[in-house]
Structure formats: C-alpha cells, structure tokens
C-alpha cells in the first residue's frame, strides 16, 4: 500500500509564503508525474502545478511566477513553494501521483489546508 503525506498548510496573511511538501510512503518502484491540486469550499478541484519525474513543469495560470514546484526523487517528496499568497488561494491543497510499481497506479494525499487571510 501507498500512501501520500501532505503537509505544511496552515494560516498565513495575504503577501505570504508556505511552502507544502507530500511524501510518499510504502513500497513502490517509483514516482512518476506528481501534481498539486487545490478545491475551495463549494468549487471544483482544479490542477494548481504538476511535475514529470524529469523535472518539466507546468502551472495554473492563476499562480504563475508565485508558486514554484519541485521534486527530491531521492526522497521520494514534492514540494510547493507558495509565495505572494493572495486570500483565493485558500483553499485544501490534495496531492497526486502517479505510482509504479508494476502498473501505474494513481494515489491522492488527504489534503491540507491552507488558509489566508487578507
């Protein structure tokens, strides 16, 4: 079994950063695409950043040149660099991944919230 762990939510004011990280655990071969999603209360989950294995990116234009994604292979962790945070950015924030072992297997995080205020 495979698990995902996001954390580094929390609250913070308009202007801020956090930055979230989601690990994964259990046994698999490896991670291949990860991506950050975000749903605020009432909307639908939308991809806020996505990472190939390889390192190429591609960004919600919503954040663009605010939010910075990346990756530790080695760990096994994908991070979100958020900054200039705005309070439309509150939301909880799910990771996902794609997961090989043998077969690609899609896996979601719980989630964590990220609140800001204005």
């Known amino acids: 079994q495979v698990q995902l762990v996001e954390s580094g939510g929390g609250l913070v004011q308009a202007g801020g950063s956090l930055r979230l990280s989601c690990t994964a655990s259990?046994?698999?071969?490896?991670?291949?695409?990860v991506g950050w999603y975000r749903q605020a209360p009432g909307d639908q989950r939308e991809l806020v950043a996505a990472?190939?294995?390889?390192?190429?990116?591609n960004y919600a234009d919503s954040v663009k040149g605010r939010f910075t994604i990346s990756r530790d292979n080695a760990k096994n962790t994908v991070y979100l660099q958020m900054n200039s945070l705005k309070s439309e950015d509150t939301a909880v924030y799910y990771c996902?991944?794609?997961?090989?072992?043998?077969?690609?297997?899609?896996?979601w995080g719980q989630g964590t919230q990220v609140t800001v205020s204005s």
């Open positions: 996902n991944a794609d997961v090989v072992w043998g077969a690609t297997t899609d896996y």
């Open positions: 259990g046994i698999f071969f490896r991670l291949n695409s």
């Open positions: 990472i190939t294995r390889g390192g190429n990116t």
